[in-house]
């Protein structure tokens, strides 16, 4: 569905009070900014765009969006039109528009996408750097997955990350016995059994989600020292490492709350706020719609977050499902399409997203760690650093578009469920997980 973006309208979709309230506080004035001249982009004459991005997860997310684009149609006389689209479906849709040369404008996709795209995106060094100077300068992952790699090219301008920590009842863990969640693999099986013995289950994503279910097959991958390719992009998924990986999640996987195969994002969200599930790992959606519901209130008081238990890692092995800014070399108003990229991230409109959301987008741009919304609860303070995390998709090579198709294929969340269903060995599922990795890495 087709909208165009107009503030009253967009404030009429209604949020959570305390959220929207907690926003508007949130007018930049805390950011730091650097002394950097404007950029110079002469909108064109008779401009309008069209930006196609994924559905929100937390309703200010969209509500705010949507008026801080009305502000810049207001400022600039350029109408933009969203259209907001499902979390699985936007990579489609990404897709034809790249393949037929017609569509957005400006495409607010995954991670990698631009990677995938790279020959049919335009360049946005200029806007990123600019940004960069004025505010601080980038975090490891808005710069990783903004530069082409091997280059200081930027082709994305990632606008937040979304982190996937581990979100557990506190009541829960001390009925299983424990007081915190463990950092070995051994403590985090018995764990899990023993939620599973006081029909206080645990679960993660094993379908096609494309934060939930990527995270968790990474964690799985990373804690174990594995890795899809090595550090010059060379395919090393079949190893040992990554089979203790599969063998750990057979062991793990029948402790696990029932559905799991065919869970999509929102999927453990809605069991965890039935009292179906009582551990597992997510962005901060899931403890913002707890609190701000007086029906599930309860449940948020008794909600904790950690980071992933980080096994053989160095440390917490986390990414982030980045969304990522593109502007597709088919539009016609390509300074436009830049400005409005550069707007939204300013601290004016960024500040009040963020904090609105309650840091779900979690900021990819070093000066927003001094804005208010982490120090508006201690809960959520865990995410403040997401898109520092130093693990990314295709680690540990380079973000190309062989690692992008990797992560939208599925193919590692598909190896790891294959062992758990029983539908395929640990040594048979790495063989074909790197048979498919080969297909993209050549």
């Not at 790891?416 to 997980?433: I, L």
């Amino acid at each position: 569905m087709v909208f165009v973006i107009r503030r009253r309208e967009a404030m009429a979709l209604g949020a959570s009070a305390a959220a929207l309230a907690l926003a508007r506080q949130a007018t930049g004035q805390t950011i730091p900014k650097g002394d950097v001249p404007p950029l110079n982009l002469p909108i064109e004459k008779g401009a309008t765009l069209r930006l196609l991005r994924p559905a929100r997860f937390v309703e200010p997310d969209e509500v705010i969006f949507r008026a801080n684009s009305a502000k810049f149609a207001k400022e600039t006389g350029v109408e933009v039109k969203v259209d907001l689209v499902g979390w699985e479906d936007i990579r489609q849709q990404t897709a034809v528009s790249a393949n037929t040369g017609a569509g957005p404008d400006i495409i607010l996709g995954w991670a990698e996408d631009p990677h995938i795209y790279a020959d049919k995106v335009m360049e946005l060094s200029d806007v990123a750097e600019y940004l960069g100077k004025k505010y601080g300068g980038w975090m490891f992952l808005g710069e990783k997955f903004g530069k082409k790699a091997k280059s200081n090219n930027w082709i994305g301008i990632p606008m937040g990350g979304s982190g996937g920590p581990l979100v557990y009842r506190v009541s829960a863990l001390k009925e299983a016995g424990f007081d915190k969640v463990p950092t070995d693999h051994a403590s985090l099986l018995k764990l899990c059994q023993a939620l599973k013995k006081i029909n206080k289950p645990a679960g993660f994503a094993l379908g096609n989600a494309v934060g939930d279910a990527n995270g968790f097959a990474n964690w799985m991958l990373w804690s174990h020292g594995g890795a899809l390719v090595d550090d010059d992009g060379k395919v090393i998924i079949n190893s040992k490492e990554t089979l203790n990986a599969l063998n750990f999640v057979k062991e793990l996987y029948p402790n696990f709350v029932s559905g799991t195969m065919s869970w999509n994002d929102i999927s453990n969200n809605r069991a965890y706020a039935s009292n179906e599930l009582f551990f597992t790992s997510n962005g901060v959606s899931l403890y913002f719609s707890l609190k701000n519901d007086p029906a599930t209130k309860a449940i948020a008081d008794d909600t904790e977050h950690a980071p992933l238990v980080k096994g053989l890692a160095a440390t917490a092995p986390m990414s982030a499902t980045v969304l990522n800014g593109m502007v597709f070399k088919h539009t016609k108003f390509p300074n436009a399409a830049k400005a409005y990229l550069a707007f939204m991230m300013e601290a004016e409109q960024y500040d009040p997203w963020l904090t609105g959301c309650l840091g779900y987008w979690s900021h990819p741009l070093k000066a927003y760690d001094k804005s208010k919304v982490w120090e508006s609860d201690p809960k959520i303070a865990l995410y403040r650093d997401t898109m520092n995390n130093q693990f990314w998709s295709g680690y540990k090579g380079p973000i190309t578009q062989a690692a992008g198709t990797v992560t939208a294929e599925y193919v590692l969340v598909q190896m790891f469920a294959s062992v758990a269903s029983g539908q395929a060995t640990p040594a048979d599922a790495a063989k074909e997980a790197e048979r498919r990795t080969r297909r993209y890495y050549r």
